[in-house]
Structure formats: C-alpha cells, structure tokens
T-cell receptor
C-alpha cells in the first residue's frame, strides 16, 4: 500500500513569492491534515478535511494561506505571498475518517515539504 | 484545550542504557495517546499507542502506559541501540486531531 505522498520535498523561494504544496493521501482515507513543523518543534495543525470539507481551519492564517481538497482526494496548500517566517516543514497526513476511528486511529504522515524563504 | 508536555532534549545515552522520556498531557474527555518517532531524514511514523486508561502500548522494545491518574504516558526502553537515535514525539488524539509535544531528541552512542 502506497503511503502519503507529498511534493515537492524541498522548495527555496524568495520572500513575497507564491508557493504550493501537493499531497496525495492513502487510498480510501477520508480525513486529510496539513501540519506545520517549525525547527525544533512539534507539528501544529493548520487544517483538517473530512472528504472535501474543511472542518477545522481555525489555525490557518487565511490572509496568506489557502488550501483545497477537490473531489475529496488530493490536496494543495498554497502560500501567497511567502514571508521569511514561513520557512518550515509542511506535513500532510491522512487517516481513515472520523466516523470510523475519530480518536483512536493512527495518522499516517508523508515525508514533508521543506520550505526555505530567502 | 488539549496540550502535551514532554521533557526537553537532547537525551544522550550509551548503547544498552535504560531510556525514559517523560510525557504529560492536559485534555478534555478521553483522548488516545501516541508516541511517534522521526528518524533523520524521514517522516513521522507511529511507534506505539494506547486508547484508554491503564492500556500499555509496546513496539520494538519500547513501552508506554496510559496513566489517567497522573495524566502521563512516559516512554521507556530497557536497552537502547544506536539505531534508536531519533526525535520522539508524544501526542494525544481528541476530536479527530493529533496534538503533539515539542519532541525529544535521543542520541545513542556506541
């Protein structure tokens, strides 16, 4: 079974430029998460999708960040414009779905997309 | 809200030493508790979990017991190996979302 796939693995951009990250979750997983991991810190939730609906985006900085999950499968996270403080690793994760294992199931993580803003 | 506190690292041990990484949590309701591990250059992967009080999760020689009375989920291993060098994250899952601690780096020398 293929795991969670993210791209690109690494991205270097100048500040004020846009950037986008893509995530393909494990097949059949209804719930998709984007997490932000700053250096030396634990991951922090940005947004959670149940199918194509964003059910928790309270931590997403909506002035510059946006996300979408069309058709309830792949997802894209965009930053426009990027700032120096956005340098971090952006993690995508998926799980079977809240209806099945809302607080007991495992989240499966991709390898992350490391963003460097110069 | 939910939160996780774990001991700061790095934890530096010699091979075959005993390991404890402390983790305490604050949560409403009845969360599940997890330990995830991040090896150098790799993504987060589940190490073990416990879904209710007094459950013991175990994997690869690591163990942790869900202690509701002390709100703790300490990670232990009797004899660490160099290959255990990684960052370990304690996490709780409530309302479908994982909340992580800051992580503890473990360095094991031969």
């Amino acid at each position: 079974e293929a795991g969670v796939v993210q791209s690109p693995r690494y991205k270097i951009i100048e500040k004020k430029q846009p950037v986008a990250f893509w995530c393909n979750p494990i097949s059949g997983h209804n719930t998709l998460y984007w997490y932000l991991q700053n250096l030396g810190q634990g991951p922090e939730l940005l947004i959670r999708y149940e199918n194509e609906e964003a059910v928790d985006d309270s931590q997403l900085p909506k002035d510059r960040f946006s996300a979408e999950r069309l058709k309830g499968v792949d997802s894209t996270l965009k930053i426009q414009p990027a700032e120096l403080g956005d340098s971090a690793v952006y993690l995508c994760a998926s799980s079977r779905g809240a209806a099945m294992d809302w607080n007991t199931g495992e989240l499966f993580f991709g390898e992350g997309s490391r963003l460097t803003v110069l | 809200g939910n939160s996780v506190t774990q001991m700061e690292g790095p934890v530096t041990l010699s091979e075959e030493a005993f390991l404890t990484i402390n983790c305490t949590y604050t949560a409403t309701g009845y969360p599940s508790l997890f330990w995830y591990v991040q090896y150098p250059g790799e993504g987060l992967q589940l190490l073990l979990k416990a879904t209710k009080a007094d459950d013991k999760g175990s994997n690869k020689g690591f163990e942790a017991t869900y202690r509701k009375e002390t709100t703790s989920f300490h990670l232990e291993k009797g004899s660490v190996q160099v290959s255990d060098s990684a960052v370990y994250f304690c996490a709780l899952r409530g309302y479908s979302t994982l909340t992580f601690g800051k992580g503890t780096m473990l360095l094991v020398s031969p």
